[in-house]
């Protein structure tokens, strides 16, 4: 089945760090640019960043709200993509989705989401 | 690229024809996706590049596109159909959703 699926949320005080994982199943990822996209609480959708597809060299774009605290990463071997989330303040406490997107122009595929919770 | 969404909340009848707007600050060249979200629930797809229809997705929505104006259409409201719509600009970074069309029972 292609599924994908996140791991990796939890509890963390501002200024700490959170690492969360994606893992791809029935494709691999690394012939996809992938995104994450996440939600706090009762709020909209908000992008967050993404990563090209191995054939445009895994470049990276970001959202100006994460950019410097937050890096994408992958595992290829492991068809894993990361989420590296640094200097984490209270605002960043969402629901965290990984997505596929196909083309670049399509989020087809959406994991179930992990939740972060950044509080003293 | 701003993307305005509206209504942001509507309530609606089974079987009623809704149409749900989102209008960019600028041109997107037609890249622009619609999404459903149910409570608890990952958002799906259900229309990219303005028009096209995702795979699986029941031919009463559709989507269309006049400038930087776009437009979702449910053409028979069905009870499944009551969620929260986002549209999303993929044409530049950053990437822009808006900010969600809630569509409840009348």
């Known amino acids: 089945e292609v599924q994908l699926a996140e791991s990796g949320g939890g509890l963390v005080q501002p200024g700490g760090s959170l690492r969360l994982s994606c893992e791809g199943s029935?494709?691999?990822?690394?012939?996809?640019?992938m995104d994450w996209v996440r939600q706090a609480p009762g709020k909209g959708l908000e992008w967050v960043g993404r990563?090209?597809?191995?054939?445009?060299?895994?470049?990276?774009e970001y959202a100006a709200s994460v950019k410097g605290r937050f890096i994408i990463s992958r595992d290829y071997s492991e068809n894993l993509l990361y989420l590296h989330m640094n200097s984490l303040k209270i605002e960043d406490t969402a629901v965290y989705y990984c997505?596929?997107?196909?083309?670049?122009?399509?989020?087809?595929?959406w994991g179930q989401g992990t939740l972060v919770t950044v509080s003293s | 690229i701003q993307l305005t969404q509206s209504p942001s909340f509507l309530s609606a009848s089974v079987g009623d024809r809704v149409t749900i707007t989102c209008r960019a600050t600028q041109g997107i060249n037609n890249y622009l996706d619609w999404y459903q979200q149910k409570p608890g629930k990952a958002p799906e797809l259900l229309i990219y590049?303005?028009?096209i229809l995702q795979s699986g997705v029941p031919s009463r929505f559709s989507g269309s596109a006049s400038g930087t104006d776009f437009t979702l259409t449910i053409s028979s409201l069905q009870p499944e159909d009551f969620a929260t719509y986002y549209c999303?600009?993929?044409?530049?970074?950053?990437?822009?959703f808006g900010g969600g069309t809630r569509v409840d029972i009348k």
């Open positions: 997505v596929r997107v196909p083309g670049s122009t399509r989020a087809d595929l």
């Open positions: 029935g494709f691999s990822l690394s012939d996809h640019y």
């Open positions: 590049a303005a028009s």
């Open positions: 999303q600009q993929l044409d530049n970074y950053p990437l822009t």
């Open positions: 990563t090209r597809n191995k054939a445009d060299r895994y470049t990276t």
